[in-house]
């Protein structure tokens, strides 16, 4: 990959009173949380430490679980296994068990959430009977209490993993609980008690997205596990419903844009389901409301193979996970093809799948790893990428930090590049900034195939143009036609000519030949069926690339890029994608 570097930042002035049909984001007061919220926060978390939160703590009624919910997604069994040998795996990350020490991990972040969330209970049970798992869960929890049990501090008490860990200590009962020790069980029991009456507090203060989220589904599953929690479950179902509204979209996707977030939100939905099920209740219908949402817009954003897209920093999580969610879920429904909202739209046509991003990227507070990857776009066919972003860790193993960055540029998604700068800026502190605020969107069907028209105003304030793509997918998936268009627009008037660069970063795997009159390249996949790609209006070069699988590993690759100059008058560049075979 090329090209993609820290950027200088873009400015763009807010604008309000978009008319119908337009689509503003970014506005002044969405850079963050404020002064007054942020030191809310902090008193919040310093009140953890008074004796009158530890009062608060207390409980009135005897300490059991009023059922066992079965978990309705299954673990990596791979993982499981090395616990069992004396190691915890977690996205190409590993710490052995004799030196795992809670108070102080030495891990990453999103590790550390992983241990402490004990999210590995559901490895640890795909590889093993209770009765061969439960002795390593028990001493891994001993461990846990230990340090935290008395002790209330971040990160083991963050409301989100608080949420989480009632889920998984209630669901994998049996591997923590089945000890004779009466005294490590009161303890045990104590403590997810403690935990819930610290989230009836402390859920509204998670961020807001799928931390709060979790918090709150917390609060819901202890109203309907810990007895006398007919209050809680009342007091939490309200603060769920708060959560999902201010995090979902009327179409289902979330506001922070990232699919492997959504993959979550209907994992940690579909467990918080079946936790009413053990109880014999009637599912809260706004659990019901919210993944029959989220499936369908999750399923918009799957390609061919099966496997998701990758946007806002996340790894093509593989086909099975995704099926193990939606069976999970119970929703049967089609893809989303129009999620105006959530910002990505889907062509289907024959074996042919598109998925584009059509809207600005997330608020800068809901970005963490967001990307500047507006009007960027993927392409499979018959289960075989062609076209793919660059993608990110977030699903898949840590990336090193500069690479991670450097993933979230414009350049390393499949779109139109202007001097090599970003359409949003993506500040040193790994913010979002100004760039992106309004997508002008047209879309039509017809017995022809699909057709996407949409532009973007990222580079309007700094350069002085509106990048305007069209997509249009033949109705047997034969033939991809795009155009992409830089028109004048702003105040800006720009003497010498601006450089931009097309950019298709392609599948792994992929064979390519260029033609001899440089205005076109044959691709062959790997089942051996060929592609025409040609172009006009700019210089046809392959460069190198890279792509994120799965498993987040980086695998060589190529880019076709097509070089141009943008005069004072704009420039078209016009392409096409075609089967040969």
């Not at 020490?101 to 093993?128: K, P, Q, T």
């Not at 392609?506 to 040609?534: H, K, N, S």
Request: hydrophobic fraction near 45%.
């Amino acid at each position: 990959m090329s090209r993609a570097r820290p950027i200088d930042p873009p400015a763009i002035d807010g604008q309000d009173g978009i008319e119908p049909g337009k689509r503003l984001i970014r506005v002044a007061g969405d850079q963050g949380l404020s002064l007054a919220e942020r030191l809310a926060n902090r008193l919040h978390k310093l009140a953890w430490r008074t004796p009158l939160h530890a009062l608060r703590l207390r409980g009135r009624y005897p300490l059991k679980l009023l059922a066992v919910p079965a978990d309705p997604i299954v673990g990596d069994a791979h993982a499981g296994q090395a616990i069992l040998e004396g190691g915890i795996l977690h996205r190409g990350e590993a710490i052995a068990l004799a030196s795992l020490d809670f108070s102080n991990l030495g891990v990453s972040a999103d590790f550390a959430d992983h241990i402490h969330s004990f999210a590995w209970l559901r490895d640890l049970a795909a590889a093993a009977p209770r009765e061969r798992g439960a002795p390593v869960a028990e001493q891994l929890l001993k461990q846990w209490l230990a340090a935290f049990g008395n002790h209330v501090a971040e990160p083991a008490w963050r409301a989100d993993l608080w949420g989480r860990r009632i889920l998984f200590w209630a669901s994998y009962a049996p591997f923590i609980l089945s000890s004779g020790d009466l005294v490590y069980r009161s303890a045990v029991l104590n403590s997810l008690a403690r935990g819930a009456r610290h989230l009836d507090r402390g859920a509204d203060k998670a961020p807001q997205g799928p931390a709060r989220i979790a918090a709150w589904c917390g609060v819901v599953a202890a109203g309907l596990l810990i007895p006398g929690g007919e209050q809680r479950l009342a007091h939490g179902e309200a603060g769920l419903g708060r959560a999902l509204a201010q995090a979902l979209y009327g179409d289902g996707g979330l506001a922070n844009r990232s699919p492997v977030a959504q993959l979550e939100l209907i994992e940690l939905l579909s467990h918080l389901r079946s936790v009413y099920l053990a109880r014999r209740r009637d599912v809260s219908p706004l659990v019901e409301d919210a993944l029959a949402r989220a499936v369908p817009a999750l399923l918009g954003v799957v390609m061919g193979d099966g496997a998701l897209s990758s946007w806002q920093g996340g790894a093509p999580v593989s086909a099975e996970r995704i099926s193990a969610a939606v069976e999970a879920s119970t929703v049967r429904a089609r893809p989303l093809r129009q999620a105006r909202d959530w910002g990505y739209q889907r062509l289907a046509c024959g074996q042919a799948v598109v998925v584009i991003d059509a809207a600005p990227p997330p608020v800068s507070r809901l970005a963490q790893g967001g990307c500047a990857s507006t009007l960027g776009f993927e392409f499979s066919d018959a289960g075989q990428r062609l076209i793919v972003n660059c993608g990110g860790g977030r699903g898949g193993q840590r990336l090193p930090d500069a690479l991670a960055e450097a993933l979230r540029s414009t350049a390393a998604h499949s779109t139109l590049v202007m001097a090599d700068s970003n359409s949003t800026a993506i500040h040193a502190d790994g913010s979002l900034g100004r760039g992106v605020g309004e997508v002008e969107l047209d879309r039509q069907e017809n017995d022809g195939g699909s057709r996407v028209e949409a532009s973007h105003d990222g580079y309007v304030r700094r350069f002085g143009f509106v990048h305007q793509r069209q997509l249009a997918l033949a109705a047997d998936g034969r033939e991809l036609r795009g155009e992409d268009v830089l028109l004048p627009a702003g105040r800006r008037r720009r003497g010498a000519a601006a450089h931009f660069a097309v950019r298709f970063h392609l599948a792994p795997g992929i064979e390519v030949t260029q033609t001899a009159d440089g205005l076109g390249a044959l691709l062959r996949v790997g089942d051996g069926r060929p592609w025409q790609f040609r172009c006009r209006g700019g210089t046809l070069t392959l460069e190198e690339s890279l792509w994120i699988d799965p498993t987040g590993q980086p695998c060589p690759t190529h880019q076709l890029v097509i070089e141009g100059q943008a005069a004072a008058g704009g420039s078209t560049v016009s392409w096409q994608f075609k089967r040969a075979g």
